[in-house]
């Protein structure tokens, strides 16, 4: 990758209808939204300011990105609700794609919608492919000599950048060693997970097993099984240890 590819922000014209609502109003609705990358591993949407059905009042606050070039605040006010900095302007960009675009922050905003179906989180990546898979390899887990898991009926769910995951019956799974977490995570892709710590005589590991007990429409084969963190346990495939990944979530 060249330095000039390195410094450019990555930004897509897609063919979505998108729409955005706060207080019950309708913020912004167009057919032409941009996706744009600020990080390398999901965008963000962003929404040319001709498509804002709400009003745009620059609050006084800026924000700078190497990138992106200086972002100018701006409060969302619609039918008298306001949502104070939700919005950012970046006209005088050194990306051109971006000086007539709005970027609505996505956790202000109540509700979105691809089309007619609501979206959670942030937007989906076209480059984020999700494949689950049935087995029938041998998956063992165990953590600090301890097995928790062996099954001979795992579903294998395959993400685009991360490492396979091994779904598993819950019947498969040592429960006595398992505490319920006040964890609760979501996945676009995914859905709602909760997760369960692991205890090992006075040992608790947080976090280390997870479940979407009602996965989105394209993650159902995963529906009520169990997950446990590649990266932080030993897994074992057909007898053989795996290499613990290395991930953001391996901290």
């Given at each position: ?36 990358w ?8 962003y929404?040319?300011?001709a498509?804002?059905?709400a ?12 990138r ?24 005088d960009?050194?990306?051109?794609e971006?000086?007539?675009l ?10 979105w919608?691809?089309?007619?179906e609501?979206?959670?989180v ?15 390899r ?34 498969d ?13 979501s ?28 996965p ?6 995963v ?23 290395r991930?953001p979530?391996g901290?």
């Amino acid at each position: 990758m060249t330095e000039a590819q390195r410094d450019e922000v990555r930004v897509e014209t897609i063919q979505k209808r998108v729409r955005a609502y706060f207080g019950g109003h309708l913020v912004a609705d167009t057919v032409r939204p941009a996706l744009v990358w600020e990080n390398p591993y999901y965008p963000a949407y962003y929404i040319p300011v001709a498509d804002m059905r709400a009003k745009l009042e620059p609050d006084g606050n800026t924000r700078v990105s190497a990138r992106r070039g200086e972002g100018i605040g701006h409060d969302v006010v619609v039918d008298g609700a306001t949502a104070a900095g939700a919005a950012l302007r970046y006209p005088d960009s050194p990306s051109p794609e971006l000086r007539d675009l709005v970027r609505l922050d996505w956790d202000a905003m109540d509700e979105w919608f691809e089309e007619d179906e609501p979206i959670y989180v942030h937007p989906r990546s076209p480059y984020t492919r999700v494949d689950i898979l049935a087995s029938s390899r041998h998956v063992r887990v165990e953590l600090d000599g301890v097995t928790l898991a062996d099954s001979r009926s795992p579903r294998i769910l395959f993400e685009t950048g991360l490492p396979a995951r091994f779904y598993l019956p819950l019947t498969d799974i040592r429960m006595d060693l398992l505490r319920p977490s006040q964890t609760h995570t979501s996945c676009p892709y995914k859905g709602n997970a909760d997760y369960w710590n692991v205890r090992i005589d006075d040992t608790e590991y947080p976090d280390l097993v997870w479940i979407y007990r009602t996965p989105t429409p394209e993650s159902q084969k995963v529906a009520g099984l169990a997950c446990f963190y590649n990266e932080k346990v030993d897994v074992y495939i057909d007898g053989e240890l795996e290499e613990r990944p290395r991930t953001p979530f391996g901290d």
